[in-house]
């Protein structure tokens, strides 16, 4: 509340000053701060969302992977007694087509 004095103050001396201005004149000035005031919220809200960006970024990338490499899986966790078999007749290599980086999960592109 308090940052709101100091800009109540600013408006009402604004308004004392174009008071005694001519209307052709203070359409003018009335229309450059109108311009003015769209240019900033345009600008405030631009520096928002890149800041909200950067922040989930940020959250995203500082989140654990999964599995960041297959040597990081466990001996243990892999059951030698049930060998998985590929139920698709298309050899691995040929199933995987190369794909670019974008569509990849964000675990494989770091």
Same mark, same amino acid.
């Given at each position: 509340?308090?940052?709101?004095?100091?800009? +109540? +103050?600013?408006?009402?001396?604004?308004?004392?000053?174009?008071?005694?201005?001519?209307?052709?004149?203070?359409?003018?000035?009335?229309?450059?701060?109108? +311009?003015?005031?769209?240019?900033?919220?345009?600008g405030?809200?631009?520096?928002?969302?890149?800041?909200?960006?950067?922040?989930?970024?940020?959250?995203?990338?500082?989140?654990?992977?999964?599995?960041?490499?297959?040597?990081?899986?466990?001996?243990?966790?892999?059951n030698?007694?049930?060998?998985?078999k590929?139920?698709?007749?298309?050899?691995?290599?040929?199933?995987?087509?190369?794909?670019? +980086?974008?569509?990849?999960?964000?675990?494989?592109?770091?």
């Amino acid at each position: 509340m308090v940052f709101l004095l100091p800009l +109540v +103050v600013i408006i009402l001396v604004m308004v004392f000053r174009l008071q005694a201005l001519p209307a052709d004149i203070l359409r003018q000035e009335l229309e450059g701060f109108g +311009v003015a005031l769209g240019a900033a919220a345009y600008g405030g809200v631009l520096l928002w969302r890149v800041t909200r960006a950067m922040e989930i970024e940020q959250k995203l990338q500082s989140q654990q992977p999964i599995i960041s490499s297959p040597s990081s899986i466990s001996p243990s966790g892999l059951n030698p007694a049930k060998p998985q078999k590929n139920p698709s007749p298309i050899p691995p290599v040929a199933a995987t087509p190369a794909a670019p +980086v974008a569509s990849l999960p964000v675990e494989m592109r770091t």
